[in-house]
């Protein structure tokens, strides 16, 4: 049968997979599915390369995460303007150019033996800045390639992607090294670009309206002042932001339980990260296959308590089996939190906001997360990883439950 008779008949038999009847949806989707993998097998190539460097130093993977958050506070905000004021694939082509060569020059670095600490902190910060631009335009891009009624699964199923690729990157990236080492690693990454770079050439994207002309910082201050004035978004942001910023990204926990708490191979540490995945496409499938539900702010709530539980039993173990068990929950739970305030992000602004709304959430997952890992691997340096866990998903806990408590628009948004 036919690859494109396959994709009308799945969202029929599986309403969680609507948006994927959409052909440029499900084009730019499988795009950035693809590359999504080849950058999940430079995390954890560069994760493992990092601690070689550095005879295991924790802190030093905070350092790089903590280099790519300055260049997300430095240019996120542009970039969301950009998003708005330019041609979107234009600016795709663009940023997934530089990506590429930026994981060849990682590659090449590496294949001749110079790589060193420093030089991974300079990529990191120069990808910040790339991708301080690429992030609002992919999301300013969604709703212009599905009706309203599949936006909120769009953003669903467009979570998974990433997240979703943890699944399938890290466990390839345990296999790799031990066949092609690092630099195989991140030359297949830059390889995997082509693949949005070729969608950006084949899918139709509808004419915008002309753009307003106006000055650079006005135009970023409108957007701000919108999302200041509604009632809902100031705490969707900061309890994603809690989130975020309090919980340790996978690029610097995972490594550091496997080395010294679990004891397990580079493979073995694979399966950590797919976990992780598998968790984050039960979660993008469930948010997806309930549509557009009404009380988007109550399942964002739930999603946040819910990983901070899971973030604590896997701060507890000592054993594979329930370690694995809490990232599958962890990562459900975090694209729940994560889809429903991205969709409440997209629906209440105007259309022609959305690039610099989304250049928030840009500065949330790309900026502020690295920013809170570089005191997480501090802190896991000084006090150990159960503990920074620990001390992370109680904080979350506590601060999702206030909101739930004192904001009583948040719970009916």
């Given at each position: 049968?036919?690859?494109?008779?396959?994709?009308?008949i799945?969202?029929?038999?599986?309403?969680?997979?609507?948006?994927?009847?959409y052909?440029?949806?499900?084009?730019l989707?499988t795009g950035?599915?693809?590359?999504?993998v080849?950058t999940?097998?430079q995390?954890?190539?560069q994760?493992?390369l990092?601690?070689r460097?550095t005879?295991?130093?924790?802190?030093?993977?905070g350092?790089?995460s903590?280099a790519?958050a300055?260049a997300?506070?430095v240019?996120a905000l542009a970039g969301?303007?950009?998003?708005?004021k330019?041609d979107?694939?234009?600016?795709?082509l663009t940023?997934?150019?530089?990506?590429?060569l930026?994981a060849?020059?990682?590659?090449?670095?590496t294949?001749l033996?110079?790589?060193?600490?420093?030089?991974?902190v300079?990529i990191?910060?120069c990808s910040?800045?790339?991708?301080?631009?690429?992030?609002p335009?992919r999301?300013?891009l969604i709703?212009?390639?599905?009706?309203p009624?599949?936006l909120m699964?769009?953003?669903s199923?467009?979570?998974?992607v990433?997240?979703g690729?943890a699944?399938?990157?890290p466990?390839?990236a345990?296999?790799?090294?031990?066949?092609?080492?690092?630099?195989?690693n991140?030359?297949?990454n830059a390889v995997?670009?082509l693949a949005?770079?070729?969608?950006?050439l084949?899918?139709?994207i509808?004419r915008e309206?002309e753009?307003?002309?106006?000055?650079?910082?006005s135009?970023?201050r409108?957007a701000?002042?919108?999302?200041?004035?509604d009632?809902v978004l100031p705490?969707?942001?900061?309890g994603y932001?809690a989130?975020l910023f309090?919980?340790p990204?996978?690029?610097?926990m995972?490594?550091?339980?496997?080395v010294k708490i679990?004891?397990?191979?580079?493979?073995?540490?694979?399966f950590?990260?797919?976990?992780l995945g598998?968790?984050?496409i039960?979660g993008g499938l469930?948010?997806?296959?309930?549509?557009?539900?009404?009380r988007k702010?109550?399942?964002?709530?739930?999603?946040?308590?819910?990983w901070?539980c899971?973030l604590a039993?896997f701060?507890v173990s000592?054993?594979?089996?329930l370690?694995m068990?809490?990232?599958?929950?962890?990562g459900?739970?975090q694209n729940?939190?994560?889809s429903?305030?991205i969709t409440?992000?997209?629906t209440r602004?105007?259309?022609e906001?959305?690039?610099?709304v989304?250049?928030?959430n840009t500065?949330?997952m790309?900026?502020?997360r690295p920013?809170?890992?570089?005191p997480?691997?501090?802190?896991?340096a000084g006090i150990?990883?159960?503990l920074?866990?620990?001390?992370?998903?109680?904080?979350?806990g506590?601060?999702?439950?206030?909101?739930v408590a004192?904001?009583r628009?948040?719970?009916?948004?």
């Amino acid at each position: 049968m036919h690859i494109s008779l396959w994709y009308e008949i799945i969202p029929q038999a599986a309403p969680a997979m609507k948006a994927l009847q959409y052909r440029d949806f499900r084009l730019l989707w499988t795009g950035l599915f693809l590359s999504a993998v080849g950058t999940w097998m430079q995390i954890v190539a560069q994760a493992l390369l990092v601690l070689r460097l550095t005879n295991g130093s924790a802190f030093a993977l905070g350092v790089v995460s903590l280099a790519q958050a300055i260049a997300f506070f430095v240019f996120a905000l542009a970039g969301g303007a950009f998003a708005d004021k330019y041609d979107k694939r234009r600016l795709l082509l663009t940023t997934q150019t530089l990506l590429m060569l930026l994981a060849l020059g990682m590659g090449c670095l590496t294949l001749l033996g110079v790589v060193r600490l420093w030089m991974i902190v300079a990529i990191a910060f120069c990808s910040g800045a790339v991708l301080s631009f690429d992030q609002p335009a992919r999301g300013a891009l969604i709703p212009l390639l599905v009706p309203p009624e599949a936006l909120m699964n769009a953003i669903s199923l467009q979570s998974i992607v990433f997240s979703g690729a943890a699944m399938l990157g890290p466990v390839l990236a345990g296999l790799a090294l031990s066949w092609i080492g690092y630099a195989g690693n991140f030359f297949l990454n830059a390889v995997s670009y082509l693949a949005v770079i070729l969608t950006m050439l084949y899918i139709r994207i509808p004419r915008e309206s002309e753009k307003p002309r106006a000055p650079f910082w006005s135009t970023v201050r409108t957007a701000l002042g919108a999302v200041r004035r509604d009632s809902v978004l100031p705490r969707v942001f900061s309890g994603y932001g809690a989130m975020l910023f309090l919980g340790p990204s996978p690029a610097v926990m995972l490594p550091t339980f496997a080395v010294k708490i679990l004891r397990i191979t580079p493979t073995q540490m694979g399966f950590l990260f797919a976990c992780l995945g598998v968790g984050t496409i039960a979660g993008g499938l469930l948010i997806a296959s309930l549509g557009d539900i009404r009380r988007k702010g109550v399942v964002f709530l739930t999603g946040i308590i819910v990983w901070s539980c899971a973030l604590a039993v896997f701060a507890v173990s000592e054993v594979m089996w329930l370690s694995m068990a809490a990232l599958v929950l962890l990562g459900a739970s975090q694209n729940a939190a994560g889809s429903s305030a991205i969709t409440l992000m997209q629906t209440r602004v105007p259309p022609e906001m959305r690039g610099r709304v989304m250049s928030l959430n840009t500065l949330l997952m790309m900026g502020v997360r690295p920013l809170g890992d570089f005191p997480a691997g501090a802190l896991i340096a000084g006090i150990g990883g159960p503990l920074t866990a620990g001390f992370s998903a109680a904080l979350t806990g506590l601060y999702a439950l206030g909101l739930v408590a004192t904001n009583r628009n948040l719970r009916e948004a």
